[in-house]
């Protein structure tokens, strides 16, 4: 399965805090993509980073992305109870058209 | 501009009963594709239309059907539903992807299905 993997699966901070979640994929990329899903909301798109990049930043968001790892990492600065949500990390399929997604990190941010 | 809008929202079926759901894409957009997602599988990919034309297919068993209208809007149908069919069912909209190079996709707020 190409499906990415996401680490941890859930994450507790305070308020003010910043948060940390890695993703690992598995084949070779053109791009990465992390997304928001609010309880059993539909996904939002955070952020996009392509594979000749190595860092790109977006407001409090920065990402990371390592090729030779096959591994990103979402750092989300200052955080604030409203970032309370679920976050994928997701990787085109190689030929075809559509995203395969990680298994997700839950974060909670208490206020 | 309108986002993407997927009807109905909620809805209850019973085991062998069939579904219809609908997408509506953002206005321009030519590419329609459908997730599942579950607590046990994680978002799974059904299959994406471009133009009318079904493009790529996850791995889900031919109960699990799809189509696309001139107009750009979607449906997808599962027959003889089963209970392990039960999830948020996701419709996500681009402007076009090249193979291997999927961009942004804007997806819906979800169909939430109940299979009793």
């Known amino acids: 399965s190409q499906q990415g993997e996401e680490d941890p699966q859930a994450l507790s901070i305070q308020e003010g805090e910043n948060a940390t979640m890695n993703c690992s994929y598995k084949?070779?990329?053109?791009?990465l993509q992390w997304y928001r899903q609010n309880s059993g909301r539909g996904l939002v798109h955070l952020i996009l980073?392509?594979?000749?990049?190595r860092e790109k930043h977006s407001g409090r968001l920065r990402v990371t992305l390592d090729t030779s790892k096959k591994s990103s990492s979402l750092l989300i600065t200052a955080s604030r109870a409203a970032d309370t949500a679920s976050y994928f990390c997701?990787?085109?399929?190689?030929?075809?058209?559509?995203?395969?997604f990680g298994t997700g990190t839950r974060l909670t941010v208490i206020p | 501009k309108a986002g993407v809008t997927q009807t109905p929202r909620y809805l209850i079926k019973t085991r062998g009963q069939q579904v219809t759901l609908s997408c509506s894409p953002i206005?321009?957009?030519?590419?329609v594709s459908w997730y599942q997602q579950t607590p046990g599988q994680g978002l799974q990919f059904l299959f994406e239309?471009?133009?009318?034309?079904?493009?790529n297919k996850g791995n889900f068993p031919g109960r699990f059907s799809g189509r696309q209208f001139s107009n750009s809007r979607s449906e997808m149908n599962v027959s003889t539903l089963e209970l392990g069919d039960s999830a948020l069912y996701l419709c996500?909209?681009?402007?076009?992807?090249?193979?291997?190079?999927?961009?942004?996709?804007?997806f819906g707020e979800g169909s939430r299905l109940t299979v009793l």
């Open positions: 206005s321009g957009h030519r590419s």
């Open positions: 980073i392509r594979s000749n990049e």
């Open positions: 997701a990787t085109p399929s190689s030929g075809a058209n559509n995203l395969f």
């Open positions: 084949t070779s990329i053109n791009n």
């Open positions: 239309y471009f133009s009318e034309t079904q493009r």
């Open positions: 996500a909209s681009s402007m076009s992807n090249p193979p291997g190079n999927t961009g942004e996709l804007f």
